[in-house]
C-alpha cells in the first residue's frame, strides 16, 4: 500500500520519496492521481488554441531556443489581422479559449498593441472566447489594462523556485531578477487574473530536492493552474551541452509526470497543462500527460509558415502539421484514452473558483 495523501505529500521527504519511485510504484502513484482527478473534476480536457504570436524577445534565458542572442532564428511577428484570423479558427473550431503566447517584450506601443488584440479577439467571438496571456513580466499597471481589457487567465512560469538555480539558468543582470519574477507572480493574483506557473524538470544543475521545493513552492503559493514541463536541449542555446551530468530525456519525462501526480494529488482541483513539451519525447505524452492528472491541452493553432522558427527547444512537434490535421487526431487520441473535449468551454480552474468563495 502507497501510504500517499494530500495529508502526507505535505512532508518534503515524502515528496522526495514518490519522485524516487520506479516501476509499479511509479504506476500506481500516477493511478492516484488519476482516479483523484476523474473524481475531482472529471474526464473533461479543455483546449486553449495557442497563438505563437512572435518570436522577438529581449530576454536572453540560457536554455531557451529563441533567446535574444540567438542570432540564427529568424524573428516574426504576426499581423493583428493574421492573429484575428487564427482567434477566428479556435472560436470557430469551438476551442472555448485561446492562448497569446510571444516572448517577452515591453512599451507602451506593445502593450496598447496587446490590448487592442485582447478587445477585437472578444468582439469577434461575442464574448465568448477566454483570453490567456503568456507575456512574460510587466508592470502590474499593464497587467492591470489587458485584464480590464478582457484577459483572464496569465501563465508566467518560475522555471525553477530555488533562486541560486534562477540565476544559473539566466544571466546575471536585473533584467533576469526571481525576485521580479516573484513579484509579478503576486501582482497578478492580486489584479484578478487566474494566476499559472511552472518550471521545468531536467534542467542542468537541478536536484531532486529543488524539484519538491518547486511543488511546495507552487502549492503554497496557491496558484490556479500549472505547467510544467521537462527540459529539452536547443542546439544554439549554451546549455546544449553542460559540463555538469544530465538526466536523459525519458528520465525528465517520467520526473514530469510524477510532478504533475503529486500536484493533482495535493491540490485536486488544480489546472494542469498536458504540455507540448511532453509530445516532443514521446508521441504520446500529452495523454500520458492527462493519465497522470493534467487537464488541459494547448493545441497549436499558429500558423505553419511560423512555426518552425517558434522553436524553444528541439523537436518541437507540429511544425510540419496544420492546425486542422492535429486538431481531428489530437481529439481522437484523447477518446481514446477515455476523456472528452469541452468544446466551447472555457474550462476555468476550479481551484480559482473555490479559493475565492
Ligand atoms: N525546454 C523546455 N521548455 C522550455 N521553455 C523554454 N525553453 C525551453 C527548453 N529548452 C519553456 C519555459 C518558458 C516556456 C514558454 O517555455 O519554461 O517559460
Ligand atoms: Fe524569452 Fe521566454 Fe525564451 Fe526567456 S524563455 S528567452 S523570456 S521566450
Avoid at 521527504?13 to 493511478?31: D, P, S, V
Avoid at 540567438?70 to 473550431?93: D, M, P
Wanted: with cysteine.
Amino acid at each position: 500500500m502507497l501510504d500517499i495523501s494530500a495529508k502526507t505529500l505535505l512532508s518534503k521527504q515524502k515528496i522526495e520519496e514518490c519522485l524516487a519511485f520506479a516501476g509499479e510504484q511509479h504506476q500506481a502513484l500516477l493511478n492516484l492521481a488519476y482516479r483523484t482527478k476523474l473524481e475531482t473534476i472529471g474526464n473533461t480536457v479543455y483546449f486553449r488554441g495557442l497563438i505563437e504570436f512572435s518570436n522577438i524577445c529581449s530576454k536572453n534565458c540560457y536554455y531557451c531556443g529563441i533567446r535574444s542572442g540567438n542570432t540564427f532564428v529568424k524573428r516574426y511577428e504576426l499581423s493583428e489581422h493574421e492573429i484575428l484570423q487564427v482567434a477566428h479558427f479556435a472560436y470557430k473550431h469551438q476551442y472555448g479559449s485561446v492562448v497569446l503566447q510571444g516572448g517577452e517584450r515591453t512599451g507602451e506601443k506593445y502593450t496598447e498593441q496587446i490590448n487592442n488584440l485582447i478587445r477585437k479577439i472578444k468582439q469577434l467571438s461575442n464574448n465568448e472566447l477566454g483570453i490567456t496571456l503568456s507575456l512574460g513580466e510587466q508592470t502590474p499597471e499593464v497587467y492591470r489594462r489587458w485584464f480590464d481589457s478582457g484577459a483572464h487567465r496569465y501563465l508566467l512560469r518560475i522555471e525553477t523556485s530555488n533562486p541560486e538555480l534562477y540565476s544559473k539558468i539566466h544571466p546575471k543582470n536585473k533584467q533576469h531578477s526571481f525576485d521580479k519574477r516573484i513579484k509579478c507572480l503576486h501582482s497578478l493574483k492580486t489584479i484578478g487574473y487566474q494566476t499559472g506557473t511552472g518550471i521545468m524538470a531536467g534542467l542542468p544543475y537541478q536536484t531532486i530536492s529543488d524539484l519538491a521545493d518547486d511543488i511546495q513552492f507552487m502549492t503554497q503559493f496557491n496558484v490556479d493552474m500549472v505547467g510544467m514541463g521537462p527540459f529539452i536541449e536547443h542546439a544554439k542555446t549554451p546549455f546544449y551541452k553542460t559540463s555538469t551530468p544530465m538526466l536523459s530525456l525519458q528520465e525528465r519525462f517520467n520526473l514530469t509526470l510524477k510532478m504533475l501526480a503529486i500536484i493533482r494529488i495535493m491540490v485536486p482541483d488544480i489546472n494542469m497543462v498536458a504540455s507540448t513539451a511532453m509530445q516532443a519525447i514521446d508521441p504520446m505524452g500529452r495523454e500520458k500527460a492527462l493519465l497522470a492528472g493534467a487537464n488541459i491541452i494547448m493545441p497549436n493553432t499558429t500558423p505553419n509558415t511560423y512555426r518552425e522558427n517558434y522553436k524553444l527547444y528541439e523537436n518541437k512537434p507540429g511544425a510540419t502539421q496544420n492546425a486542422d490535421d492535429t486538431l481531428d487526431i489530437l481529439t481522437q487520441q484523447i477518446e481514446t484514452i477515455n476523456h472528452q473535449v469541452g468544446w466551447n468551454l472555457w474550462g476555468d480552474s476550479e481551484h480559482y473558483k473555490n479559493r475565492l468563495k
